[in-house]
């Protein structure tokens, strides 16, 4: 997962350098030390001084999709980002975010914090996408703050999974008839991960679903916290499934469901299982490998 056109880039840093920055019109985009330094306003969202990062300010309607990526190309490299993404009122875009190793060996640590505020009336689709080596240890923290009437499509797809995965989400509808969709496709592959997720639904009509699919791949050790609160009349629902592909993998679902509110609506749906002998026969008969089979019947379970 090479960026082979720069141009098309609106953020691009590999390692710790800043590669490109292509600001367009109605989008200002800063390296996070910078957006401390110019803007008073942001401090509190970031709460220290960042390390490095990026800034995106979104002041005017767009159309063409946001294009960040964050490359580890070194070996041992220890990145530690601070990002923030503002979108201002009645605002609809896309963004599509890639971090990624360009080796299989780097045993580099990639930690982020970011918080993303998506103002009334904004539509955001968010696209993560990561791709790192076998010996990486990765520790992501996103937070999602909601106006009134926005809305939140977050997609996250993570089939190269790292040694270590520490993936936290916390969503805040903060807005009247705020909504979130939120959906995480992980494969695991030797690695160790530990996934937490909260929806806090704190507004009359707001309403959030979390979906996750999780596959225990080879050697691998997944453990998914997710969890719904609702404080205020609104509709929340966990839909998480795990599908264990070798004998020494394992999968641990733990949803959670608080309710403060009499008028809200919280629900959950939980399940484990393997792939049936009966669709591995089904696919061989058909001349698939065993492997070809299973590879086949994973792809469809990662599909939301």
């Known amino acids: 997962m090479v960026m082979k056109n720069a141009k098309n880039v609106h953020f691009w ?25 110019r803007y008073n306003w942001v401090k509190p969202y970031f709460k220290r001084k960042p390390k490095e990062g990026y800034f995106i300010w979104v002041k005017k309607q767009v159309d063409f999709p946001l294009l960040t990526c964050i490359t580890i190309a070194s070996p041992k490299v220890s990145q530690d980002l601070t990002n923030l993404l503002v979108i201002e009122k009645n605002i609809k875009t896309e963004a599509n975010v890639i971090c990624n190793a360009e080796k299989n060996n780097l045993c580099a640590n ?27 240890f990765v ?53 160790k991960i530990k996934l937490e997720e909260k929806l806090f639904l704190e507004r009359e ?7 996750l699919r999780l596959v225990g791949g080879k050697n691998s050790q997944i453990v998914a916290r997710n969890s719904v609160v609702a404080t205020a009349p609104s509709k929340g629902h966990l ?60 792809a469809g379970f990662l599909k939301i």
């Open 110 to 136: 990639h930690k982020a914090q970011g918080k993303l505020i998506l103002k009334d009336g904004v539509l955001l689709e968010y696209n993560h996408f990561h791709k790192w080596g076998k010996k990486d």
């Open 205 to 211: 009509k707001s309403q959030g679903i979390i979906r």
């Open 239 to 298: 839909d998480c499934q795990g599908l264990l592909v070798d004998e020494n993998s394992k999968i641990s679902l733990i949803p959670e469901l608080i309710c403060q509110n009499r008028e809200a609506q919280i629900t959950h749906e939980a399940s484990i299982g393997k792939i049936s002998e009966e669709q591995l026969n089904y696919l061989r008969m058909r001349g698939l490998k065993e492997e070809e089979a299973i590879n086949l019947i994973v």
């Open 13 to 37: 840093q590999v390692d710790h350098k800043i590669k490109n920055i292509f600001e367009a019109k109605g989008v200002i985009i800063l390296p996070s030390s910078e957006a401390w330094r």
């Open 139 to 191: 520790s992501p923290n996103y937070e999602f703050i909601l106006g009134e009437n926005s809305q939140l499509l977050y997609t996250y797809k993570n089939l190269f999974p790292p040694q270590s995965l520490e993936f936290k989400t916390t969503i805040y509808s903060s807005g009247k008839n705020s909504s979130s969709n939120l959906n995480l496709t992980i494969n695991g592959l030797n690695s």
